[in-house]
């Protein structure tokens, strides 16, 4: 199913309950699993059950250090997107950013519109430059990186980091 990047069209959401089955639905394309880059997932989160999902959105909603959004059209979620303040104690090593978008969506320029709309969220928090990591091996990643006018800090080990000025 393509999607219509046209303003208005795709938005980012705040994690919310009511978008509940659209998340479970992008989850399963995804694989339950799998780390899902963006969406602030961990191991003791329990998305299965309708309190573990509520519960998980109200961490996600209530993190003073990090801004969570989803990746939204229609009724469809798309991915996710994260965004870590300077204070977050993980941002020095994962970078401010990170971001994934489900399977069927891939390559259709979302990833690369999302990284945009953060980085005027960014803007907003008087933010002037955000990094983010990922692996060598990840093109797409990469490829979305530089075409958000990021430019290559330092590769350690498997790991590449990157620079992006905020506009
Ligand atoms: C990385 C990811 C978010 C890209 O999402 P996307 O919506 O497909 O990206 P876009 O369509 O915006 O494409 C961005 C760039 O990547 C390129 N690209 C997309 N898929 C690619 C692939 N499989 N191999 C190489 N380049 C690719 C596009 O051509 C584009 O580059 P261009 O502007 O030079 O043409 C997506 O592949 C994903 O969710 N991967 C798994 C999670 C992940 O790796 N997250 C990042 C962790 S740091």
């Known amino acids: 199913m393509g999607v ?7 938005e980012l959401v705040e994690p919310s309950n009511d978008l509940r089955d659209a998340w479970l639905d992008c989850r399963t394309e995804w694989g339950p699993g799998f780390h899902e880059d963006g969406f602030g997932l961990t191991v003791d989160d329990d998305v299965e059950t309708a309190q573990g999902f509520s519960d998980w959105v109200e961490r996600l909603r209530g993190d003073t250090e990090c801004k969570y959004r989803w990746i939204v059209a229609g009724e469809r979620v798309l991915g996710g997107v994260a965004l870590r303040h300077d204070s977050h104690e993980l941002a020095d090593r994962l970078g401010h950013i990170g971001y994934g978008v489900r399977p069927s969506e891939r390559g259709r320029g979302v990833a690369s519109w999302a990284v945009r709309e953060v980085l005027t969220l ?3 928090m008087g933010m002037t430059r955000v990094t983010a990591v990922c692996e060598v091996s990840n093109a797409a990643s990469i490829a979305t990186l530089k075409r958000a006018g990021g430019e290559r800090v330092d590769c350690i080990g498997s790991v590449v980091r990157f620079r992006i000025p905020v506009p």
Request: proline share 0%; aromatic share 0%.
């Open 4 to 10: 219509d990047l046209r303003a208005g069209a795709v």
């Open 122 to 124: 960014a803007a907003g």
